[in-house]
């Protein structure tokens, strides 16, 4: 893990009120993502299944309070009362956008990706092609441990942007059963929607409650695009139709991952029946949700790897043990929060510490991403729907926010570290 350069952090002025209200960074991620395309009609998709990455290479981040205004170095900023080093002030995303979900036709129900790339002037590959890609680009992509493919991406004219929809359907009749979708079907017949259950696997019936019983979910269909607790992990690279510029990483290829740790109901470890729990009564049905024990003494899950910055779990500064391990979670608060409609936890970040994100009641947008970079992938900010009943983990190095979009009050129980 390292901190980018490019980044900024913002020194601010000494008994000055930010204005969170103007220009909020977490408003700005939330436009994005309500500005997204999909290329059939809603009522194809599970609106809660919709996960969003949205790429960026530059973050500005507020500088600390005083006394410490001038500690404008993120590695020094050890004091763990002052919030304000942890807002994020501004982002710059990147040309990439993509969407993971389930998506329905007829009697099916499975798993679609839709890769985005800009289309105007501003995009690097339009900049190595002279400005002169036309109406298709080509895609190069690998989904997990699976074989690569070039598919084809044509340009969208509402959203100027080229993409293309993958659906993992199984047959060859999916354009019979988009004919009463008019948006779908003509989204099929200009290649913005293809089927390709090569490239894009599994079904959400794989994980039903009576398959999963007493399983390990991390071995129980690990290719399915959608599995509830495994990250998706995608290499992309772009390409002119000719094949003659790219946009590549340098032949490196971009690396995007879909990897928020959400747990509850329908996301966990292990499922099953305890009889007479701890020498009680009846039955007991249970759910793994994160775990040191057992087949998960090893899964790490619930600890962290210290960087030199780091502050402990004791509060001392880690410098020379960088690379040990603190194998536990750390808990020095637990609030309960109620968020009103149109309320939201800003985007900021966690330099040492984790925390858990536990919806009780109603729902919301979470947001996770990387706030340093990490070696196996790109810097995203990560949005998916929480739920009642089902929480997030967030690491060390995660920015995170939390929106209430909805007209209802959501009931929100955190436990972590500051930092």
């Known amino acids: 893990m390292f901190i980018p350069k490019d980044d900024l952090v913002i020194r601010v002025e000494p008994d000055t009120q930010t204005n969170y209200n103007s220009d909020n960074s977490l408003i700005k991620l939330i436009g994005l993502m309500q ?7 809603r009522e194809h998709y599970l609106t809660d299944s919709l996960q969003f990455l949205f790429a960026y290479d530059y973050l500005e981040i507020y500088g600390p309070a005083k006394p410490d205004t001038d500690i404008l170095d993120p590695t020094l900023q050890d004091n763990k009362n002052d919030f304000q080093k942890q807002n994020i002030k501004d982002f710059r995303t990147t040309d990439t956008h993509l969407i993971r979900g389930l998506v329905t036709a007829g009697d099916w129900t499975g798993p679609f990706l839709r890769l985005s790339y800009r289309g105007g002037p501003d995009s690097k590959l339009s900049q190595r092609a002279n400005h002169q890609l036309g109406a298709t680009i080509k895609l190069w992509l690998k989904v997990g441990e699976g074989t690569p493919a070039i598919i084809n991406v044509p340009y969208n004219e509402q959203s100027d942007r080229y993409e293309i929809e993958i659906w993992g359907y199984p047959s060859a009749n999916l354009r019979e059963l988009l004919d009463f979708s ?51 992990h995608l290499e992309v690279a772009w390409a002119d139709m000719t094949e003659q510029f790219w946009d590549s990483q340098d032949g490196n290829n971009y690396h995007y991952e879909f990897n928020m740790i959400v747990r509850g109901w329908d996301n966990y470890l292990k499922v099953g029946i305890s009889s007479n729990p701890h020498g009680g009564i009846g039955f007991l049905e249970y759910r793994n949700l994160l775990s040191n024990y057992f087949e998960f003494a090893n899964s790490g899950e619930l600890g962290r790897q210290l960087e030199s910055w780091n502050l402990d779990a004791f509060s001392n500064k880690v410098l020379d043990r960088a690379g040990e391990r603190e194998p536990f979670f750390a808990v020095d608060y637990m609030d309960l929060h109620i968020m009103r409609p149109e309320c939201g936890i800003g985007l900021h970040r966690h ?10 009641d109603g729902q919301g947008l979470m947001v996770v991403g990387d706030w340093a970079n990490f070696d196996n992938r790109e810097r995203c900010f990560e949005i998916r729907t929480l739920r009642s009943g089902h929480f997030a983990m967030l690491k060390g190095g995660n920015l995170h926010g939390l929106m ?8 929100l129980f955190m436990l972590g570290g500051y930092d």
């Open 404 to 411: 209430n979009v909805t007209d209802e009050n959501s009931s």
């Open 35 to 41: 500005k997204t395309q999909l290329g059939a009609e």
């Open 351 to 360: 330099r040492d510490n984790q925390e858990i994100f536990f919806m009780v």
């Open 182 to 232: 008019p948006k779908a079907k003509k989204a099929w017949d200009k290649g913005e929607i293809i089927a390709r259950n090569d490239l894009i696997k599994g079904s959400p019936a794989n994980f039903s409650r009576d398959v999963v019983s007493d399983l390990d979910m991390r071995k129980v269909d690990p290719d399915n695009t959608m599995h509830p607790i495994l990250p998706l």
